[in-house]
Protein backbone atom coordinates (compact mmCIF):
# COMPACT_ATOMS: atom_id res chain seq x y z
CA UNK A 1 0.00 0.00 0.00
CA UNK A 2 2.69 2.26 0.63
CA UNK A 3 4.40 1.69 -2.76
CA UNK A 4 1.68 2.85 -4.50
CA UNK A 5 1.06 5.33 -2.14
CA UNK A 6 4.04 6.99 -3.34
CA UNK A 7 2.64 7.08 -7.00
CA UNK A 8 0.12 10.41 -6.44
CA UNK A 9 3.42 12.45 -4.33
CA UNK A 10 5.28 11.25 -7.39
CA UNK A 11 3.30 13.07 -9.74
CA UNK A 12 2.48 16.22 -7.70
CA UNK A 13 6.89 16.56 -7.48
CA UNK A 14 6.86 16.31 -11.67
CA UNK A 15 3.88 18.39 -12.45
CA UNK A 16 5.70 20.82 -9.65
CA UNK A 17 9.17 20.57 -11.54
CA UNK A 18 7.19 20.82 -15.18
CA UNK A 19 5.62 24.62 -14.14
CA UNK A 20 8.50 25.20 -12.54
CA UNK A 21 10.47 25.00 -15.90
CA UNK A 22 7.84 26.80 -18.12
CA UNK A 23 8.53 29.58 -15.69
CA UNK A 24 12.16 29.18 -16.04
CA UNK A 25 11.84 29.25 -19.66
CA UNK A 26 9.66 32.44 -20.00
CA UNK A 27 11.89 34.46 -18.32
CA UNK A 28 14.93 32.72 -19.86
CA UNK A 29 15.06 35.82 -22.83
CA UNK A 30 17.26 38.09 -22.48
CA UNK A 31 19.81 35.90 -21.07
CA UNK A 32 23.28 37.45 -21.57
CA UNK A 33 23.92 41.26 -22.80
CA UNK A 34 22.26 42.64 -25.40
CA UNK A 35 23.30 44.52 -28.50
CA UNK A 36 21.75 47.37 -31.07
CA UNK A 37 23.32 48.06 -34.34
CA UNK A 38 24.06 51.10 -35.63
CA UNK A 39 24.43 50.13 -39.56
CA UNK A 40 27.09 53.46 -40.09
CA UNK A 41 29.22 55.61 -38.31
CA UNK A 42 29.27 57.35 -35.51
CA UNK A 43 27.53 60.31 -35.52
CA UNK A 44 24.12 59.73 -38.24
CA UNK A 45 21.21 59.31 -37.39
CA UNK A 46 21.05 55.12 -37.24
CA UNK A 47 24.21 55.93 -34.69
CA UNK A 48 21.62 58.87 -32.98
CA UNK A 49 18.91 56.33 -32.74
CA UNK A 50 20.55 53.09 -31.47
CA UNK A 51 22.31 55.70 -28.79
CA UNK A 52 18.96 56.99 -27.99
CA UNK A 53 17.52 53.41 -27.43
CA UNK A 54 20.39 52.34 -25.36
CA UNK A 55 20.40 55.35 -22.93
CA UNK A 56 16.46 55.55 -22.06
CA UNK A 57 16.17 51.42 -22.08
CA UNK A 58 18.55 51.56 -19.58
CA UNK A 59 18.71 54.80 -17.71
CA UNK A 60 14.66 53.95 -16.92
CA UNK A 61 15.78 50.44 -15.79
CA UNK A 62 13.16 49.19 -18.48
CA UNK A 63 16.19 46.21 -19.35
CA UNK A 64 17.97 45.25 -16.93
CA UNK A 65 20.94 43.78 -18.97
CA UNK A 66 23.94 45.57 -20.36
CA UNK A 67 23.32 47.05 -24.20
CA UNK A 68 26.03 48.02 -25.99
CA UNK A 69 25.39 50.10 -29.32
CA UNK A 70 28.19 48.45 -31.60
CA UNK A 71 28.90 50.35 -35.30
CA UNK A 72 28.81 48.91 -38.27
CA UNK A 73 29.21 50.95 -41.41
CA UNK A 74 29.07 50.01 -45.07
CA UNK A 75 26.77 49.71 -47.91
CA UNK A 76 24.58 51.62 -47.02
CA UNK A 77 23.24 49.90 -43.99
CA UNK A 78 24.24 46.67 -45.62
CA UNK A 79 27.13 45.67 -43.67
CA UNK A 80 25.75 46.43 -40.33
CA UNK A 81 22.51 44.11 -41.74
CA UNK A 82 24.47 41.09 -43.00
CA UNK A 83 26.21 41.51 -39.39
CA UNK A 84 22.90 40.87 -37.79
CA UNK A 85 21.55 38.14 -39.70
CA UNK A 86 24.11 36.21 -38.66
CA UNK A 87 23.38 36.96 -34.18
CA UNK A 88 21.22 35.40 -32.19
CA UNK A 89 17.78 37.26 -30.61
CA UNK A 90 20.79 39.45 -28.45
CA UNK A 91 20.72 41.60 -30.91
CA UNK A 92 19.17 44.06 -32.99
CA UNK A 93 19.84 46.75 -35.72
CA UNK A 94 18.32 49.81 -36.55
CA UNK A 95 16.73 50.13 -39.97
CA UNK A 96 14.85 52.62 -42.40
CA UNK A 97 13.76 52.81 -45.44
CA UNK A 98 17.10 51.82 -47.21
CA UNK A 99 16.49 47.80 -46.03
CA UNK A 100 13.81 48.15 -48.60
CA UNK A 101 15.01 50.36 -51.24
CA UNK A 102 18.81 48.99 -51.17
CA UNK A 103 17.42 45.76 -52.65
CA UNK A 104 14.32 47.24 -54.87
CA UNK A 105 17.33 49.11 -56.65
CA UNK A 106 19.63 45.99 -57.29
CA UNK A 107 22.30 46.70 -54.60
CA UNK A 108 21.44 44.24 -51.88
CA UNK A 109 20.00 40.86 -52.18
CA UNK A 110 18.95 41.23 -48.51
CA UNK A 111 15.30 42.15 -47.91
CA UNK A 112 13.00 42.96 -45.12
CA UNK A 113 11.66 39.72 -44.96
CA UNK A 114 15.19 38.00 -44.10
CA UNK A 115 15.03 39.99 -40.37
CA UNK A 116 11.98 40.22 -37.77
CA UNK A 117 9.99 42.75 -37.33
CA UNK A 118 10.60 44.61 -33.55
CA UNK A 119 9.46 48.26 -34.26
CA UNK A 120 8.70 51.24 -36.00
CA UNK A 121 10.05 54.37 -33.28
CA UNK A 122 10.19 57.80 -34.84
CA UNK A 123 10.28 59.47 -37.82
CA UNK A 124 11.18 62.93 -39.66
CA UNK A 125 9.42 64.45 -42.26
CA UNK A 126 10.87 65.60 -45.68
CA UNK A 127 10.66 69.11 -46.74
CA UNK A 128 10.78 71.05 -50.64
CA UNK A 129 12.80 73.93 -49.96
CA UNK A 130 14.05 76.84 -52.57
CA UNK A 131 15.95 80.09 -52.29
CA UNK A 132 14.39 83.03 -50.07
CA UNK A 133 14.26 85.02 -53.80
CA UNK A 134 12.96 82.43 -55.27
CA UNK A 135 9.72 83.17 -57.76
CA UNK A 136 8.25 80.22 -56.06
CA UNK A 137 5.72 81.10 -53.53
CA UNK A 138 4.24 77.72 -52.91
CA UNK A 139 4.31 74.11 -53.49
CA UNK A 140 1.66 74.49 -55.94
CA UNK A 141 3.58 77.46 -58.17
CA UNK A 142 6.75 75.00 -57.80
CA UNK A 143 4.46 72.00 -59.08
CA UNK A 144 3.03 74.16 -62.17
CA UNK A 145 6.09 75.20 -63.50
CA UNK A 146 7.39 71.77 -63.33
CA UNK A 147 4.41 69.91 -65.66
CA UNK A 148 4.80 72.79 -67.98
CA UNK A 149 8.53 71.87 -68.50
CA UNK A 150 9.98 69.03 -65.88
CA UNK A 151 13.97 69.02 -66.78
CA UNK A 152 13.95 73.08 -66.12
CA UNK A 153 14.13 73.00 -62.59
CA UNK A 154 17.63 71.87 -61.08
CA UNK A 155 16.25 69.89 -58.06
CA UNK A 156 19.00 69.16 -55.13
CA UNK A 157 18.75 65.93 -53.67
CA UNK A 158 21.58 63.95 -51.57
CA UNK A 159 23.08 61.58 -50.88
CA UNK A 160 21.67 59.59 -54.12
CA UNK A 161 18.85 59.14 -56.10
CA UNK A 162 16.53 56.11 -54.51
CA UNK A 163 16.34 57.65 -51.01
CA UNK A 164 13.36 59.18 -49.17
CA UNK A 165 14.59 62.95 -49.72
CA UNK A 166 14.46 61.97 -53.64
CA UNK A 167 11.37 59.25 -53.74
CA UNK A 168 8.99 61.61 -51.71
CA UNK A 169 9.47 64.63 -54.85
CA UNK A 170 8.66 61.26 -57.12
CA UNK A 171 5.25 60.82 -54.81
CA UNK A 172 4.51 64.00 -55.35
CA UNK A 173 4.73 64.68 -58.91
CA UNK A 174 3.28 61.56 -59.40
CA UNK A 175 0.41 62.86 -57.63
CA UNK A 176 0.69 65.90 -59.74
CA UNK A 177 0.24 63.94 -63.12
CA UNK A 178 4.21 64.48 -63.83
CA UNK A 179 6.20 62.16 -65.59
CA UNK A 180 9.56 61.57 -62.52
CA UNK A 181 11.42 60.14 -64.99
CA UNK A 182 11.72 63.93 -66.59
CA UNK A 183 12.63 65.20 -63.63
CA UNK A 184 15.82 67.09 -63.45
CA UNK A 185 17.69 66.09 -60.06
CA UNK A 186 21.95 67.03 -59.21
CA UNK A 187 22.92 64.55 -56.55
CA UNK A 188 25.33 65.63 -54.03
CA UNK A 189 27.48 63.82 -51.07
CA UNK A 190 24.41 64.51 -48.61
CA UNK A 191 22.19 67.08 -46.93
CA UNK A 192 24.63 69.51 -45.63
CA UNK A 193 26.16 69.49 -49.06
CA UNK A 194 22.46 70.09 -50.82
CA UNK A 195 21.69 72.81 -48.31
CA UNK A 196 25.02 74.81 -49.57
CA UNK A 197 23.91 74.47 -53.48
CA UNK A 198 20.44 75.83 -52.55
CA UNK A 199 21.97 78.86 -50.73
CA UNK A 200 24.76 79.46 -53.68
CA UNK A 201 22.20 79.34 -56.84
CA UNK A 202 22.82 76.36 -57.77
CA UNK A 203 20.33 74.36 -57.85
CA UNK A 204 16.26 76.12 -57.74
CA UNK A 205 14.99 73.67 -55.16
CA UNK A 206 16.17 71.13 -52.33
CA UNK A 207 14.46 68.08 -51.28
CA UNK A 208 15.50 66.53 -47.75
CA UNK A 209 14.64 66.16 -44.32
CA UNK A 210 13.19 68.47 -42.27
CA UNK A 211 15.98 68.79 -39.66
CA UNK A 212 18.54 69.70 -42.74
CA UNK A 213 16.29 73.27 -43.68
CA UNK A 214 14.35 73.92 -40.71
CA UNK A 215 16.77 76.12 -38.88
CA UNK A 216 17.45 78.29 -41.98
CA UNK A 217 13.76 78.74 -42.79
CA UNK A 218 13.63 80.03 -39.52
CA UNK A 219 16.63 82.48 -39.60
CA UNK A 220 15.03 83.65 -42.78
CA UNK A 221 17.71 82.47 -45.38
CA UNK A 222 15.76 79.90 -47.36
CA UNK A 223 11.86 79.14 -47.69
CA UNK A 224 10.42 76.28 -46.75
CA UNK A 225 7.51 75.58 -49.69
CA UNK A 226 6.29 72.04 -48.25
CA UNK A 227 6.00 69.53 -45.79
CA UNK A 228 5.15 66.14 -46.13
CA UNK A 229 3.71 65.69 -42.88
CA UNK A 230 -0.33 65.04 -41.82
CA UNK A 231 -0.18 68.53 -40.35
CA UNK A 232 1.53 71.49 -39.67
CA UNK A 233 4.79 70.71 -37.60
CA UNK A 234 5.08 72.59 -34.31
CA UNK A 235 7.21 75.57 -34.47
CA UNK A 236 6.83 76.25 -38.16
CA UNK A 237 3.11 76.13 -38.31
CA UNK A 238 3.65 78.66 -41.24
CA UNK A 239 4.94 75.92 -43.74
CA UNK A 240 1.73 74.10 -45.27
CA UNK A 241 1.94 70.52 -45.61
CA UNK A 242 1.38 69.34 -49.10
CA UNK A 243 -1.87 68.07 -48.85
CA UNK A 244 -3.18 71.34 -47.58
CA UNK A 245 -1.94 72.34 -51.16
CA UNK A 246 -3.18 69.94 -52.97
CA UNK A 247 -1.26 66.76 -53.63
CA UNK A 248 -2.49 63.74 -51.67
CA UNK A 249 1.31 63.03 -49.74
CA UNK A 250 2.34 61.78 -46.63
CA UNK A 251 5.62 60.77 -46.83
CA UNK A 252 7.61 59.78 -43.21
CA UNK A 253 11.24 59.32 -43.06
CA UNK A 254 10.75 57.02 -40.30
CA UNK A 255 13.39 54.56 -38.06
CA UNK A 256 13.04 51.39 -36.73
CA UNK A 257 14.31 48.48 -35.30
CA UNK A 258 14.79 44.98 -36.64
CA UNK A 259 15.92 41.68 -34.85
CA UNK A 260 17.56 38.32 -36.72
CA UNK A 261 15.35 36.06 -38.26
CA UNK A 262 13.38 33.46 -36.84
CA UNK A 263 12.94 35.08 -33.45
CA UNK A 264 10.70 33.43 -30.69
CA UNK A 265 7.09 34.57 -29.99
CA UNK A 266 8.48 35.11 -26.63
CA UNK A 267 11.41 37.30 -27.58
CA UNK A 268 8.84 39.74 -29.41
CA UNK A 269 6.75 40.01 -27.31
CA UNK A 270 9.68 41.00 -24.55
CA UNK A 271 10.74 43.87 -26.69
CA UNK A 272 6.52 44.86 -27.43
CA UNK A 273 6.39 45.37 -23.51
CA UNK A 274 9.80 47.11 -23.48
CA UNK A 275 9.44 49.71 -26.15
CA UNK A 276 5.69 50.26 -25.37
CA UNK A 277 6.65 51.55 -22.21
CA UNK A 278 9.50 53.53 -23.66
CA UNK A 279 7.93 55.28 -26.20
CA UNK A 280 5.67 56.76 -23.11
CA UNK A 281 8.51 57.97 -20.88
CA UNK A 282 9.26 61.35 -20.50
CA UNK A 283 13.23 60.96 -21.64
CA UNK A 284 11.97 59.09 -24.82
CA UNK A 285 10.17 62.22 -25.69
CA UNK A 286 12.89 64.43 -24.87
CA UNK A 287 14.90 63.15 -27.84
CA UNK A 288 12.17 63.21 -29.74
CA UNK A 289 12.33 66.92 -29.37
CA UNK A 290 15.85 67.29 -29.56
CA UNK A 291 15.94 65.62 -32.74
CA UNK A 292 13.05 67.13 -34.53
CA UNK A 293 11.83 63.64 -34.52
CA UNK A 294 8.47 62.77 -34.33
CA UNK A 295 6.70 59.79 -32.04
CA UNK A 296 6.18 57.28 -34.73
CA UNK A 297 5.67 53.76 -32.62
CA UNK A 298 4.37 50.51 -34.02
CA UNK A 299 4.65 47.40 -32.55
CA UNK A 300 5.95 43.81 -33.94
CA UNK A 301 2.78 43.53 -35.43
CA UNK A 302 1.97 47.18 -36.91
CA UNK A 303 5.32 47.24 -37.71
CA UNK A 304 5.48 44.22 -40.37
CA UNK A 305 1.97 45.09 -42.16
CA UNK A 306 3.31 48.82 -42.21
CA UNK A 307 7.21 47.45 -43.70
CA UNK A 308 5.28 45.28 -46.55
CA UNK A 309 3.18 48.76 -47.62
CA UNK A 310 6.22 50.67 -47.64
CA UNK A 311 7.68 47.96 -49.61
CA UNK A 312 5.15 47.81 -52.10
CA UNK A 313 4.55 51.87 -52.26
CA UNK A 314 8.40 52.35 -53.02
CA UNK A 315 8.61 49.61 -55.52
CA UNK A 316 6.11 51.90 -57.46
CA UNK A 317 7.92 54.73 -56.96
CA UNK A 318 10.98 53.43 -57.84
CA UNK A 319 9.95 52.06 -61.10
CA UNK A 320 7.98 55.46 -61.98
CA UNK A 321 11.14 57.32 -61.31
CA UNK A 322 12.89 55.43 -64.17
CA UNK A 323 15.75 54.06 -61.71
CA UNK A 324 14.70 50.45 -62.50
CA UNK A 325 13.44 48.72 -65.37
Known sequence: MRKFGMIPLLLLLLLMAACSGNASSSQEYPTKNLEIVAPASPGGGWDLTARSLEKVLSGQGLVEENINVINKPGGGGEVGWKYLKNQDAHSLAVNSSLVLTNNLLGQSELTYKD????????????????????????????????????SSIKIGVGPGLGNDDHLSIVQAASEYGIDPSKLNFLVYEGGGDVVTALLGGHVDAVTTSLSEVKDQHIANKLEILAVSSEKPIKGIEDVPTWKEQGVDLVFPHWRGLMGPPDMTEEQIAFWDKKLSKMVKTDEWKKVLKNNDWEGFYKNSEETKAFLQEQHDLYKQLIEDSGLVD
Open 115 to 150: FTPIATLATEWQSLAVPKDSKFKSAKDFMKALKEDP
